[in-house]
C-alpha cells in the first residue's frame, strides 16, 4: 500500500471568541444595577471614558408668587397662634428615628431589670450571642468555660432573657420557644403542652385523627389547639430583623397608549458615556508608547459603548416580541397568559436562542399588570382537547382558585382537581397537578382539612 505526505487548501467558519466579544455577550446579560456597577468600573480605569453631562431643566421662577409665600410664611410666624399650632415642616415628630434592632431591644429591656452584677454581664453576652431569629445556638457548658462561670449562672442568665419581649426570645429549640410563649399567655396546659412537648411533627403532618384517638379527645379539639399553636412565632426575633436592602429596578417598562403597549428600556439609571476629545491629541504626538497606550483604551471606549447600544437594542427588540405575543395577557389577565418559548421569539428576531436568553436573564419589566422577571412570559404549555394550549401559570392560577373555593371540611384531592380541569378542556394528569400545588407552597389534602 503507497502512503503519501501531500497539502490540501481547505476553508472552514470558525467562532472565535474575541474579548470584545465576549465583553459584548456578557453586557447583554446583565440587568440595569449590575451594567451601572460596571460602568462605573470603566469609568475608573480607563481615562478615555467620561460622563454625557445632560443639560437639566431651567425653572422660571414667579417673583410674585414667591414674594406672596415669603408674606404668608411671616404671617405664620409672627402673628399666628404659633402655642397651639406647629408647622408641618418643623414638627419634630414627622422626623422618624431608625428602627431598633433585637439587641438594642433587649438590652433596654435588662438596664431597667435589677439583678446582680455579675448575671447582668452575662445576660449582655447572651443578648449579643442570639441569632436574627432571636435563637441561642451555642452550648450552654462553652459559655460557662468561656465567661469562667457556673452553669447554674448561666441558666439564671439564659431565663432573665427569656423573660423579656418578644415572648421565645433566648429559646434554645423550637419547642422551648413555642413553652415561652404559651406560658406568657398562661395557655402552656392540657392538649396544646402535649402537642408541643411530644407531636410538632404529627402536627406537621396533618395526623389530626391519630391525635384525636390517642388523647381521647375529637378531632375539632385538636384542630383548635393546633391553631392555638400556629398562630405562635416560630421565629420571635424577626420582628426587629433589618429589611432587605436590595429592591427591583425594571430594566424595561411597558406602557399603554391609545390601545397600544410601548416599550421603552430603562436607562436612567445608566450613565450615557463618551470619549474624551483630550486625548485625541495624544495621538498625534511623537511619543510612540503613548500613542499605543491610548489606541489600545480607545478601542476598549468605544467597544464599550458599542456593546451598550447593541444590548439596549436586543432587550427592546425580545420585550417588544413579548408583548405582541402576549397582548392578551397583558388586556386580560392571568388565564389568558400563552405558552411560550425562547426558540419561538428567536426565530421571530433572527437570533440564536442563546442570545434570547442572555436579554432576558435577572431582568425585570414593568406591565400595566405589576412587574414581572421576563422569565415569567417563556411557560410550558398543557393541551387541550380544542388544540388550544394554556401556559403552567394559567393552571397554577386554576388551581389555586379551585382550592380556595373548596369546602375545608371536604376539601379536594389532587385527583379530583384533575378531573374538573379536564372537564374545563385542559389535559393534566393527577401527579401534575401535585407538582403544581407543591410549586404554589399549597398542602395536601390531609394538611387542609377542617374538622
Known sequence: MRMEFDLKLQQTQKLIMTPELKQAIEILQLNALELNELIQQELENNPLLEREEVEEDIYVVDVKE???SIREMEERMYYGDSDDEEMDEFNYENFVSAKPGLSDHLLFQLHITPVPTRIRKI??????????SGYLKEDVREIAQMLECTEEEILEALAVVQSFDPPGVGARSLQECLRLQLISQGNYKGIIKELVEKHLEDIAE?????LAKLYNVSAKEVQKAVDAIKKLNPKPGSVFAPEAEGYIVPDVEVIKRD???LVLV??????RLRINSYYYSILESSDEEAKKYITSKLQSAMWLIKSIESRKETLYKVVKTIVDLQKEFLDKGINYLKPLTQKQVADILGIHESTVSRAINGKYVQTPRGTFELKFFFQSGLPSKNGKEFSAETVKNLIKKLIEEEDPANPLSDQKIAEILREKNINISRRTVAKYREECNIPSTLK???Y
Do not use: Q, V
Not at 123 to 132: D, Q, V
Not at 266 to 271: G, K, V, Y
Open 448 to 450: 387542609r382539612k377542617r
Open 206 to 210: 396533618g395526623r389530626y385523627s391519630y
Open 123 to 132: 445576660c449582655e453576652y447572651i443578648i449579643f450571642s442570639l441569632t436574627p
Open 66 to 68: 414667591l414674594a406672596k
Open 259 to 261: 390601545g397600544e403597549y
Open 266 to 271: 430603562n436607562d436612567s439609571n445608566i450613565p
